[in-house]
């Protein structure tokens, strides 16, 4: 009997544990997805997620070396030229992909033609 009781004890705990465990990855994973999303749209770290000061002084000291290394962070004005040149290089592209197919049209009718 006492055996069945230490079981029912043993297994519970065990339950308990793993629940708390899977809510505890779930919480975890929302954390992540909420530090991106400020990430993405440049806001501080902790803002809406909480942050520990611990992990504010080591994205504080990675930030250091990363200014050390040349490494930084583009502005919106240094964003938006990437993004008007990345543009104008595709335009650029569709244009010759225009010509290309324009060029090999006007071929296959020649060759009809003849």
Not at 21 to 33: G, I, M, S, T
Not at 48 to 77: C, F, M, P, W
Request: aromatic share 2%.
């Amino acid at each position: 009997m006492a055996v069945i009781i230490v079981a029912i004890v043993f297994g519970s705990l065990i339950a308990i544990t793993a629940i708390e465990k899977a809510f505890d990855l779930k919480k975890r994973k929302l954390e992540a997805e909420i530090r991106m999303q400020e990430l993405r749209a440049g806001v501080a770290p902790g803002t809406y997620s909480r942050i520990s000061k611990k992990d504010l002084k080591k994205n504080a000291r990675k930030g250091k070396a990363n200014e050390d290394l040349g490494v930084h962070q583009n502005t919106d004005a240094e964003e938006r030229e990437e993004l008007l040149r990345g543009i104008a290089d595709l335009k650029e592209r569709i244009d010759n992909i225009d010509t290309i197919m324009a060029s090999r049209k006007q071929s296959a009718e020649d060759e009809k033609d003849d």
